[in-house]
């Protein structure tokens, strides 16, 4: 393989991992065993050409964790690259020349900027002298080298995952340094067997150290790599150790594992101990396991975490987890969380698009801001799952979702797309390289009770992915799932992924008729809804376990403007002066509030998850997320109201979407409901029409019992109102529990005379 990696690389299992389980590194270390330097804060910057001059001068600042396009003064076109992928799209839309596409050759992607690199430099303190030091990158893009103190330390082409590197050579202890490490400026500089992401719809490329930067010092055997595996079962831990010995000498040392509890610090085990030589340069892995006698499981709703500490004779260090498993069942196409069946609600996050955006600056960096994303929203709209889609995020966030309670469908940044893709883009990724960058990729956040399923590709076609998967599936002690995209699953109980685009035809299907040849499908009705029944149009006719991670096809810009996916949607949905920006904001919840309504109605899907939370706003954006303010993240309010309700845990669907009744008839109404808690909900179901100023008539009701994780569905018959004008039909389920909380599904129907 002409892969390149860091100088540290201590296992066929993965890298070195220091601070396993999300651990911050901002203070030293308790432990006299290990120090840890926090090195985030503002750097020095300058950007070349070349990649091999280091600059002379300096005068620019950028923050570290963050992105080049934050640095002042600003780097002009920084972020100017176009992949080929969005170059390919384009052409196929009709919105590039194809001439434009056709003198890339084999390259990634066309640059728009006068430079190849970025250089990062900060100088800083080093602790006493000790036996080892480590320089941790988390993460940084587009590829990274290294130096301290004018030696070359290592490199690191992979941009989603973590490098580490032995600088003991070349630091000097209790005194000043200077570190320097250079980035990539654009993808196009990485070697191309090298992963830089793939996504047809992102117009920019943004470069950085977008995670955090330490070093570490101990003495020998370090401590390589933890990894914690609930073992439910046994009401036990398992912990796998990987130990490396710099020194030139044998060493036998003391292996300690004790488990506490991570908020209050209380002994959760015994110390459960082992001995192990090794050899000079020798690495070594050891699994132990630790009792959890009375084990506190970890749940969304109780997000209870322990923290395990590895103690050898030079080095020690503490590895976050919580206690559960879960799993993904066939038989019953349900996601399992500690054994019960247990249903994802949420939303996607494409960081990786977001950081294009003009607005993004600093925020994913901001604590405040973060929680307000990751927390505060999400436990308003009754979701207690993301994917992270098509690129990883800081290891913060993780420990966010760890702390409060997510469950996340982690995605890599592969992406190929299939018959309507431009080129066969799975002939340019490389199965050596792939396993490496998933097998980091498992190391990094193995840890993370939040990381409930690896997702390793996004509508994706690719020849023996399975094998790579299960391969590298092994590494993972926890046994989590696997979600293939559409190259279908690659074990007994993986899920699948489902994208529902419904309105996908009536907005590209003049250009994919004319791609594919064949007559342009019938435009979508809201009415069809009432005669479809779970999933309709999935690419994978599958009985495993599908989870909806994106539907909709409605997006709007934050102005109210349609996105290049949906500028020939609105128009039809909302012919002459209807189309109006608030009529749009309007239609576009409603849409959204009655298709999540109805995927959650049938049970048909382990998960439900809207496209998309959080992503970029861009004239030239094909999609666009949902916030009227993004600095202080306040929701579209049509949008929060409609789906607020649509996601409640007591689900209401009401099966009627026709547009208009006649007065005076007789109607039956259809009603599911579903209950996604594992507790019995009884209450009242309502039914009834309101007209225009509010006013209630025509109303029918009845009580409601479901079971826990149960489903049922109602029918109710109601006279039309003899008045005609414009009515919202309303069904609203009110929770003997909690009257004051109801769940309301309603319809806008116009009511006419009978002829």
Same mark, same amino acid.
């Given at each position: 393989?002409?892969?390149?990696?860091?100088?540290?690389?201590?296992?066929?299992?993965?890298?070195?991992?220091?601070?396993?389980?999300?651990?911050?590194?901002?203070?030293?270390?308790?432990?006299?065993?290990?120090?840890?330097?926090?090195?985030?804060?503002?750097?020095?910057?300058?950007?070349?050409?070349?990649?091999?001059?280091?600059?002379?001068?300096?005068?620019?600042?950028?923050?570290?964790?963050?992105?080049?396009?934050?640095?002042?003064?600003?780097?002009?076109?920084?972020?100017?690259?176009?992949?080929?992928?969005?170059?390919?799209?384009?052409?196929?839309?009709?919105?590039?020349?194809?001439?434009?596409?056709?003198?890339?050759?084999?390259?990634?992607?066309?640059?728009?900027?006068?430079?190849?690199?970025?250089?990062?430099?900060?100088?800083?303190?080093?602790?006493?002298?000790?036996?080892? $030091?480590?320089?941790?990158?988390? =993460? *940084?893009?587009?590829?990274?080298? /290294?130096?301290?103190?004018?030696? &070359? !330390? @290592?490199? +690191?082409?992979?941009?989603?995952?973590? $490098?580490?590197?032995?600088?003991? =050579? *070349?630091?000097?202890?209790?005194? /000043?340094?200077?570190?320097?490490? &250079? !980035? @990539?400026? +654009?993808?196009?500089?990485?070697?191309?067997?090298?992963?830089?992401?793939?996504?047809?719809?992102?117009?920019?490329?943004?470069?950085?150290?977008?995670?955090?930067?330490?070093?570490?010092?101990?003495?020998?055997?370090?401590?390589?790599?933890?990894?914690?595996?609930?073992?439910?079962?046994?009401?036990?831990?398992?912990?796998?150790?990987?130990?490396?010995?710099?020194?030139?000498?044998?060493?036998?040392?003391?292996?300690?594992?004790?488990?506490?509890?991570?908020?209050?610090?209380?002994?959760?085990?015994?110390?459960?101990?082992?001995?192990?030589?090794?050899?000079?340069?020798?690495?070594?892995?050891?699994?132990?396991?630790?009792?959890?006698?009375?084990?506190?499981?970890?749940?969304?709703?109780?997000?209870?975490?322990?923290?395990?500490?590895?103690?050898?004779?030079?080095?020690?260090?503490?590895?976050?987890?919580?206690?559960?498993?879960?799993?993904?069942?066939?038989?019953?196409?349900?996601?399992?969380?500690?054994?019960?069946?247990?249903?994802?609600?949420?939303?996607?996050?494409?960081?990786?698009?977001?950081?294009?955006?003009?607005?993004?600056?600093?925020?994913?960096?901001?604590?405040?801001?973060?929680?307000?994303?990751?927390?505060?929203?999400?436990?308003?709209?009754?979701?207690?799952?993301?994917?992270?889609?098509?690129?990883?995020?800081?290891?913060?966030?993780?420990?966010?979702?760890?702390?409060?309670?997510?469950?996340?469908?982690?995605?890599?940044?592969?992406?190929?797309?299939?018959?309507?893709?431009?080129?066969?883009?799975?002939?340019?990724?490389?199965?050596?390289?792939?396993?490496?960058?998933?097998?980091?990729?498992?190391?990094?956040?193995?840890?993370?009770?939040?990381?409930?399923?690896?997702?390793?590709?996004?509508?994706?076609?690719?020849?023996?992915?399975?094998?790579?998967?299960?391969?590298?599936?092994?590494?993972?002690?926890?046994?989590?799932?696997?979600?293939?995209?559409?190259?279908?699953?690659?074990?007994?109980?993986?899920?699948?992924?489902?994208?529902?685009?419904?309105?996908?035809?009536?907005?590209?299907?003049?250009?994919?008729?004319?791609?594919?040849?064949?007559?342009?499908?019938?435009?979508?009705?809201?009415?069809?809804?009432?005669?479809?029944?779970?999933?309709?149009?999935?690419?994978?006719?599958?009985?495993?376990?599908?989870?909806?991670?994106?539907?909709?096809?409605?997006?709007?810009?934050?102005?109210?403007?349609?996105?290049?996916?949906?500028?020939?949607?609105?128009?039809?949905?909302?012919?002459?002066?209807?189309?109006?920006?608030?009529?749009?904001?309007?239609?576009?919840?409603?849409?959204?509030?009655?298709?999540?309504?109805?995927?959650?109605?049938?049970?048909?899907?382990?998960?439900?998850?809207?496209?998309?939370?959080?992503?970029?706003?861009?004239?030239?954006?094909?999609?666009?997320?949902?916030?009227?303010?993004?600095?202080?993240?306040?929701?579209?309010?049509?949008?929060?109201?409609?789906?607020?309700?649509?996601?409640?845990?007591?689900?209401?669907?009401?099966?009627?979407?026709?547009?208009?009744?006649?007065?005076?008839?007789?109607?039956?109404?259809?009603?599911?409901?579903?209950?996604?808690?594992?507790?019995?909900?009884?209450?009242?179901?309502?039914?009834?029409?309101?007209?225009?100023?509010?006013?209630?008539?025509?109303?029918?009701?009845?009580?409601?019992?479901?079971?826990?994780?149960?489903?049922?569905?109602?029918?109710?018959?109601?006279?039309?109102?003899?008045?005609?004008?414009?009515?919202?039909?309303?069904?609203?389920?009110?929770?003997?529990?909690?009257?004051?909380?109801?769940?309301?599904?309603?319809?806008?129907?116009?009511?006419?005379?009978?002829?």
């Amino acid at each position: 393989m002409n892969i390149k990696r860091t100088t540290l690389w201590l296992a066929p299992l993965a890298l070195a991992l220091f601070c396993a389980g999300g651990a911050r590194l901002n203070a030293a270390s308790d432990n006299s065993h290990r120090t840890t330097l926090s090195l985030n804060g503002q750097w020095d910057v300058a950007d070349s050409v070349s990649p091999d001059a280091m600059p002379k001068s300096y005068t620019h600042k950028a923050p570290v964790p963050g992105l080049a396009h934050s640095a002042v003064p600003v780097f002009p076109d920084v972020d100017q690259f176009q992949s080929r992928q969005l170059l390919g799209n384009l052409v196929s839309q009709h919105r590039l020349d194809p001439a434009i596409y056709k003198k890339l050759g084999d390259a990634r992607g066309l640059s728009h900027q006068d430079r190849n690199y970025f250089w990062y430099r900060r100088s800083f303190d080093a602790p006493a002298q000790n036996a080892v $030091a480590l320089l941790r990158i988390n =993460k *940084a893009q587009f590829g990274a080298v /290294a130096w301290l103190n004018g030696v &070359r !330390i @290592g490199e +690191h082409d992979p941009c989603f995952t973590s $490098a580490t590197f032995d600088v003991t =050579k *070349a630091i000097h202890f209790g005194a /000043a340094n200077e570190l320097v490490i &250079r !980035i @990539g400026a +654009h993808p196009g500089v990485l070697p191309p067997n090298v992963m830089c992401g793939t996504d047809f719809e992102k117009n920019r490329w943004t470069p950085g150290i977008y995670d955090d930067v330490s070093l570490m010092t101990m003495s020998n055997p370090v401590i390589s790599v933890v990894q914690a595996a609930p073992q439910l079962s046994t009401s036990s831990v398992l912990v796998q150790t990987e130990l490396h010995n710099y020194a030139d000498h044998a060493i036998t040392t003391k292996l300690s594992q004790q488990a506490f509890e991570w908020k209050s610090g209380a002994s959760a085990s015994g110390v459960v101990e082992t001995e192990a030589s090794l050899a000079a340069g020798e690495t070594k892995i050891i699994i132990q396991s630790v009792p959890l006698p009375s084990a506190h499981l970890w749940t969304p709703e109780d997000p209870f975490l322990y923290q395990v500490t590895t103690t050898t004779h030079g080095d020690s260090v503490k590895t976050r987890f919580g206690q559960r498993e879960i799993r993904f069942d066939t038989v019953t196409q349900r996601a399992m969380l500690n054994g019960r069946p247990y249903f994802l609600r949420g939303s996607n996050i494409t960081l990786h698009r977001f950081f294009e955006d003009p607005e993004s600056g600093t925020l994913p960096w901001d604590d405040a801001w973060v929680h307000r994303l990751l927390v505060t929203i999400p436990k308003q709209m009754h979701w207690n799952a993301f994917r992270f889609c098509i690129g990883p995020v800081p290891d913060r966030w993780l420990e966010i979702a760890d702390e409060t309670g997510l469950l996340i469908q982690n995605e890599y940044f592969v992406w190929t797309g299939g018959e309507w893709a431009f080129e066969d883009y799975s002939k340019q990724y490389n199965h050596d390289e792939m396993q490496v960058e998933y097998t980091e990729w498992l190391r990094d956040n193995w840890n993370h009770p939040s990381v409930a399923v690896w997702d390793a590709d996004n509508e994706s076609w690719l020849p023996g992915w399975a094998d790579i998967i299960n391969k590298v599936r092994p590494l993972d002690l926890s046994n989590r799932a696997w979600e293939n995209s559409y190259n279908g699953p690659a074990a007994a109980n993986d899920p699948v992924e489902d994208h529902q685009y419904l309105w996908g035809d009536t907005a590209m299907g003049d250009v994919w008729s004319e791609q594919s040849g064949t007559p342009r499908p019938p435009d979508f009705k809201l009415e069809n809804l009432e005669n479809l029944f779970g999933p309709t149009e999935s690419s994978n006719k599958t009985a495993h376990a599908l989870i909806l991670n994106e539907y909709g096809w409605v997006w709007l810009n934050r102005d109210g403007t349609p996105t290049l996916l949906t500028d020939k949607l609105y128009p039809k949905l909302l012919p002459g002066d209807k189309n109006t920006t608030e009529n749009r904001f309007k239609l576009q919840a409603y849409i959204l509030g009655g298709e999540t309504e109805y995927w959650r109605a049938y049970r048909r899907y382990a998960g439900i998850l809207h496209f998309v939370y959080l992503m970029a706003s861009d004239p030239k954006g094909f999609t666009a997320d949902h916030f009227q303010d993004l600095k202080n993240l306040k929701l579209n309010p049509y949008f929060e109201k409609e789906m607020e309700q649509a996601f409640k845990p007591l689900g209401v669907y009401l099966n009627f979407w026709h547009p208009t009744l006649t007065t005076g008839q007789q109607q039956r109404f259809s009603i599911a409901m579903v209950n996604d808690e594992d507790r019995l909900r009884t209450g009242t179901l309502r039914l009834f029409f309101t007209d225009a100023d509010g006013k209630e008539s025509a109303a029918g009701e009845l009580p409601f019992s479901i079971a826990p994780l149960g489903a049922e569905t109602y029918n109710i018959t109601l006279k039309v109102p003899a008045t005609v004008g414009s009515y919202s039909l309303q069904a609203v389920a009110t929770p003997a529990d909690d009257a004051s909380n109801p769940t309301i599904s309603h319809r806008d129907v116009e009511i006419k005379a009978t002829k």
